[in-house]
């Protein structure tokens, strides 16, 4: 993810997953398959997401619960616009991107459009 490290965007996905608060441990213990961390590393990776409004926290006994300030797509959506925003010519960064597009992806992109159309 844009602006994000490996193991930020790791964390993200962990907490993400959950869709409710949780603990350091319990991010920990999702990650523990893939990668071997200390308790530490992880909490110093999501107080650097939480510094950075990305994740907030509550206090919870001697420890804190962490949930995302916003959903994965609208994080995604955000790093879009971003990227949009350095393309320079709009126009043509679009163009761009739409040519890349499979076929199922320009279905993904027409009913996304058609939702927002009813709004």
Do not use: C
Not at 27 to 44: D, F, H, I, K, N
Not at 89 to 115: G, K, Y
């Amino acid at each position: 993810m844009h602006g994000l490290g490996e193991l930020e965007s790791a964390v993200m996905d962990r907490i993400w997953s959950y869709g409710a608060p949780v603990s350091v441990r319990q991010v920990l213990e999702g990650l523990q398959g893939s990668r071997a961390l200390a308790y530490t590393t992880v909490m110093t990776v999501m107080d650097k997401l939480h510094k950075k409004g990305l994740l907030r926290r509550q206090p919870s006994g001697r420890a804190y619960l962490y949930e995302p300030v916003v959903s994965q797509e609208a994080h995604i959506a955000q790093i879009m616009q971003a990227a949009l925003a350095e393309g320079g010519n709009r126009t043509m960064t679009l163009i761009h991107f739409l040519e890349r597009l499979t076929p199922d992806e320009h279905a993904t992109l027409d009913a996304a459009i058609r939702e927002l159309g009813d709004r």
